[in-house]
């Protein structure tokens, strides 16, 4: 069965510090690989995706990630976080044109950035 | 374009009394879920519907929810009665016929069962 793990749940930066958060699925084929972002107040809204192609994808915001395939590893970057980042952060896979299943999440990470 | 609408944004009810969701997708996403999400914890789904046919309804637990989408359209996701622990925000979303799994979410409904 497909799972999502993301490692941290709760990180705490300063405006400015860089930012990765991990996140590693387990899926035997191929995946297509999310990450939402929910703002404080806010619907979960896609931060960016990858489906094929370039591993390192580049979302909204400064957002990018890296789809490295032999770790089963899609983690988030931005080389300077603002305060607005304060958000909670999912990842989420589903099997690459699986029009029979949906997306599954991890747990989330709290991103809280002090200014 | 309009988003995923949901209502009510806030329910609070006394255990064993019903409940309702209700959903509107996005114009033409012909594929709806509702997932359920508890504190602390990140989506999980409870059913998905192609158009008006329940195509995945093995996380619903069947005994007090219930859910249904008859036009095909909007949906409702129904609880009863409610218990303490279904105390937690349901989330609607729907996606297009890409097959990419990309999910546009509505805002919620945050449920608090006293």
């Known amino acids: 069965a497909q799972s999502v793990s993301q490692h941290n749940h709760h990180v705490i930066l300063s405006e400015a510090a860089s930012l990765e958060l991990g996140c590693n699925y387990s899926?035997?084929?191929?995946?297509?690989l999310f990450w939402y972002v929910q703002y404080p107040g806010q619907h979960l809204q896609l931060l960016l995706k990858y489906f094929s192609g370039d591993p390192l994808v580049k979302g909204i915001k400064g957002f990018e990630a890296e789809f490295i395939k032999s770790k089963f590893s899609f983690n988030l970057r931005k080389p300077s976080v603002q305060w607005s980042d304060t958000a909670e952060y999912f990842c989420a896979v589903i099997g690459y044109n699986q029009a029979g299943t949906a997306l599954i999440f991890g747990k989330g990470t709290t991103l809280s950035v002090s200014s | 374009e309009a988003g995923v609408v949901q209502s009510p944004r806030y329910k609070i009810i006394e255990k064993k009394q019903p409940v309702a969701f209700w959903c509107n997708p996005i114009s033409g996403h012909n594929t709806l879920y509702w997932y359920l999400q508890n504190l602390g914890q990140g989506p999980e789904l409870l059913i998905r519907?192609?158009?008006?046919?329940?195509?995945?309804d093995s996380q619903l637990p069947k005994d007090r929810f219930s859910a249904e989408r008859l036009k095909g359209v909007d949906s409702t996701l129904k609880i009863q009665p409610a218990e303490l622990g279904d105390s937690a925000v349901y989330l609607c979303?729907?996606?297009?016929?890409?097959?990419?799994?990309?999910?546009?979410f509505g805002e919620g409904s945050r449920l608090t069962v006293l």
């Open positions: 899926y035997g084929g191929t995946v297509n």
């Open positions: 979303a729907s996606s297009g016929t890409d097959n990419t799994g990309e999910l546009f």
């Open positions: 519907y192609e158009n008006e046919e329940a195509v995945d």
